[in-house]
Every structure is written in C-alpha cells, then in structure tokens.
C-alpha cells in the first residue's frame, strides 16, 4: 500500500480519546460496574484499545480489569491462502471461565476476524458472555455479526481502506480513509512494526 493518499480523516486523536471514553462508559453501564469484565484485544491494534479502556475503567471504577491480548493468526477461514501466515502471540493471563469478555477491535468490516476471535477465546474456556466493542464500524459485513459498542459508525465504499494508525506504530493517532488500488484486498492493518505498516491488511 505504498504510496497511498489520506482521502479524509474521520477521528483525530481527541475524537478517538473521547470515543473511547465514551465506550467505556456504556460497557460499565451494560454490565453494571466492572466486577466480573475481562478485556481481550485482537492484535495487533486491538490490544492497544483494550489496554486504554482498561485504564479508563480504573479512573472511574477505581478497578484493574484483567486485560488480555488475542492473536487469530491461524483461526482466520483464508488461513490456509497464506503460505507464512502473520504469527503474533495471545496473551491471556486469566481464566475466562465465567466471565463477561469484552472483545475489543479496531475496524469492524466483514466480520470474518470477529468469527476467529471468538473460535479462538472459546478454546481458553467458557465464558458467561461475550461482547464485542470497535473503535470503528464500516459496515460491509460478510457475516452476521454486530458490535455491541461502537466508537464510530464510517460508511465507506468497498474500494477504500478504512485505517486506524497508532502513534506506537506510526508516529500519529488517527483514523483515516484511503482509496485502494485497483484489485488491492480491502481491510484495515493491524501493525507490528513501522517496517510492515504499508504490508498487512486484515477484515
């Protein structure tokens, strides 16, 4: 993805902080507090919106939920479509047996990481429930699957990226809309490296 131009910037880094305060807000309302809430984020972008989520429930619950990360790397339906498939590693340092996850994305598009991400918490256990919460909902979705908590609703067309960049990885905080080249895979990138930004994509 070398090369292509911001069309629009949909969330500023105050839009997205805000957003995120405002998604915690509903989770501890829906749940009524934070006492049996666990945080999982899908990496490798997922996990960072967990991890500030977490620390807003703490200043407003005074409670330190545990936090977990999720790689889907070979839960994902194309796996077998990648020779090297992207390997990150989970870290889930908590039972899930019994507790309400609150699975935690970046980009909600076809839906297809969602379906991996629960596959793969439910082979760490039984949880009581399961809740999914985006920074961004861009519709276009492949499966029946919705979020229960959205920063954002971004209608977009299927030739755009809809990207979320971190300033860990990018030097900046934002969302951002870019036009896709002609039969370029559509998705939003999850990063690991500012060496891989312009390489990966995900749904």
């Given at each position: 993805?070398?090369?292509?131009?911001?069309?629009?910037?949909?969330?500023?880094?105050?839009?997205?902080?805000?957003?995120?305060?405002?998604?915690?807000?509903?989770?501890?309302?829906?749940?009524?507090?934070?006492?049996?809430?666990?945080?999982?984020?899908?990496?490798?972008?997922?996990?960072?919106?967990?991890?500030?989520?977490?620390?807003?429930?703490?200043?407003?619950?005074?409670?330190?939920?545990?936090?977990?990360?999720?790689?889907?790397?070979?839960?994902?339906?194309?796996?077998?479509?990648?020779?090297?498939?992207?390997?990150?590693?989970?870290?889930?340092?908590?039972?899930?047996?019994?507790?309400?996850?609150?699975?935690?994305?970046?980009i909600l598009?076809?839906?297809?990481?969602?379906?991996?991400?629960?596959?793969?918490?439910?082979?760490?256990?039984?949880?009581?429930?399961?809740?999914?919460?985006?920074?961004?909902?861009?519709?276009?979705?492949?499966?029946?699957?919705?979020?229960?908590?959205?920063?954002?609703?971004?209608?977009?067309?299927?030739?755009?990226?809809?990207?979320?960049f971190a300033?860990?990885?990018?030097?900046?905080?934002?969302?951002?809309?870019?036009k896709a080249?002609?039969?370029?895979?559509?998705?939003?990138?999850?990063?690991?490296?500012?060496?891989?930004?312009?390489?990966?994509?995900?749904?």
């Open positions: 993805m070398t090369g292509l131009k911001t069309q629009s910037v949909v969330m500023d880094e105050d839009a997205i902080s805000r957003a995120l305060t405002r998604i915690t807000h509903e989770i501890l309302e829906s749940n009524k507090g934070a006492e049996n809430i666990a945080l999982v984020g899908i990496v490798t972008r997922g996990d960072l919106l967990a991890s500030e989520i977490a620390k807003k429930i703490e200043q407003i619950e005074g409670i330190a939920v545990p936090v977990g990360s999720l790689d889907i790397s070979f839960y994902r339906d194309d796996v077998a479509l990648h020779i090297n498939p992207e390997v990150h590693t989970t870290n889930i340092p908590f039972s899930v047996d019994g507790k309400t996850i609150i699975l935690v994305d970046d598009f076809t839906g297809r990481t969602i379906r991996a991400a629960l596959d793969a918490i439910m082979d760490y256990g039984r949880p009581s429930a399961i809740q999914l919460a985006v920074l961004i909902d861009r519709g276009h979705r492949e499966l029946p699957i919705r979020a229960d908590f959205v920063g954002k609703n971004v209608p977009s067309s299927t030739s755009e990226h809809v990207r979320f300033k860990e990885f990018d030097g900046r905080t934002a969302v951002e809309i870019l080249e002609p039969g370029e895979r559509i998705g939003a990138a999850p990063l690991n490296s500012k060496s891989k930004a312009k390489n990966e994509v995900k749904s």
